[in-house]
């Protein structure tokens, strides 16, 4: 069972000098649509382990 995930207050990003630490409401906004969009065009889990194992075959 999965539980709907708590909305942080910011977002800890790695930059070329270390951790970046983003809280605006806009630049927040900007990574939760783009996770969005990952999440919409990722595969389920069972198909995305099918794929991985059939790929780890063919190695």
């Given at each position: 069972?999965?539980?709907?995930?708590?909305?942080?207050?910011?977002?800890?990003?790695?930059?070329?000098?270390?951790?970046?630490f983003i809280d605006?409401?806009?630049?927040?906004?900007?990574?939760?649509?783009?996770?969005k969009?990952?999440?919409?065009?990722?595969?389920?889990?069972?198909p995305?382990?099918?794929?991985?194992?059939?790929?780890?075959?063919e190695?």
């Amino acid at each position: 069972m999965t539980r709907p995930l708590r909305r942080a207050g910011y977002f800890r990003a790695g930059g070329s000098h270390g951790p970046v630490f983003i809280d605006s409401e806009a630049q927040l906004g900007q990574y939760r649509l783009l996770l969005k969009r990952l999440d919409a065009a990722a595969l389920p889990t069972q198909p995305s382990r099918d794929l991985i194992h059939s790929v780890a075959q063919e190695l």
